[in-house]
């Protein structure tokens, strides 16, 4: 099948430009091609195929305004316009949710559901190309780099520094304007009235005015429930993708200045890192 390799991957980009695949659907499409790529006797093959379809992601990835500034990173993906309605509804009764808050919110779910597509695809190639044959004799017993040498060091960065912006939210700046109180963000990680009642069996509260079902109090519910989702997994599949990269040998363990960055960006951030996002980070071999 690898004579076919550059057929599959003109249809893949066709199907992506013609938007006929899911985010999911193309990490399934990539990781097909990983797997083919796997099979390619010789290193410099392989590598030139892997190349041929992770640069243009990597670039993505590390172009991101999102990485910019924590704020631009609370802007893109709408954490902050949803801490300002969330003060709005409870703060003033006749405020309704436009149509142009709509969407804003619409394409700030956009902006959140590329950062999970780009920070799983990579994951997910890593682990096939980690998890290889012969991946371990490669890297470990010979002097032949890994396949995505190339690479680690463009992936590390953004996702530190991804991380290090979730890590934020417990620790938001109060010099930020245009929030009247910058609680209202962190109430986006606590527990909702909903999850609670169903976690203790009880009935999920309803929001009801005087005309009945309040449209914009539903509106922030939902964006609020799936933007906790979100931050729950994208953290997850930057931790998955760093511990991928510490597969990467001395690719990744010989970087410049690898040792404080971790620090700065992940230990800064003590009280709001889990055991198990640390046990990722423990990784010595593929």
Not at 3 to 27: C, H, M, R
Not at 221 to 232: A, D, V
Not at 270 to 275: F, K, L, Q, R
Request: aromatic share 10%; net charge neutral; charged share 20%.
């Amino acid at each position: 099948m690898q004579p076919y390799f550059n057929t599959f991957w003109a249809s893949i980009q066709d199907l992506v430009a013609k938007s006929l695949v899911t985010s999911g659907e193309k990490t399934f499409l990539i990781e097909f091609l990983v797997l083919l790529c796997n099979t390619a006797p010789k290193a410099a093959d392989r590598n030139s195929f892997l190349a041929l379809v992770i640069d243009p992601l990597v670039r993505e990835w590390e172009s991101s305004p999102h990485f910019q500034s924590s704020e631009n990173f609370f802007n893109s993906t709408g954490i902050k316009l949803l801490a300002q309605i969330s003060f709005e509804v409870k703060n003033n009764p006749g405020f309704q949710v436009s149509d142009q808050l709509r969407i804003e919110l619409q394409k700030a779910s956009l902006n959140r559901r590329q950062l999970y597509f780009l920070a799983n695809t990579f994951f997910v190639m890593l682990k096939r190309i980690n998890h290889a044959e012969d991946l371990k004799t490669l890297v470990n017993k010979t002097e032949e780099p890994h396949p995505l040498s190339a690479f680690v060091s463009r992936l590390v960065a953004p996702t530190l520094m991804l991380i290090k912006m979730i890590h934020t939210l417990w620790n938001i700046p109060h010099s930020w304007v245009g929030i009247p109180d910058t609680d209202q963000i962190r109430s986006l990680l606590q527990i909702s009235e909903t999850e609670r009642a169903f976690l203790l069996g009880e009935d999920p509260p309803l929001f009801y005015d005087e005309e009945g079902y309040t449209t914009q109090t539903f509106v922030l519910s939902k964006e609020i429930r799936k933007t906790r989702t979100w931050l729950g997994t994208i953290r997850d599949a930057c931790y998955n993708l760093l511990g991928q990269l510490c597969c990467a040998g001395p690719s990744f363990y010989s970087l410049s200045g690898l040792s404080s960055a971790i620090v700065l960006n992940i230990f800064s951030f003590a009280t709001a890192i889990e055991s198990r996002h640390l046990r990722v980070l423990n990784r010595e071999e593929p």
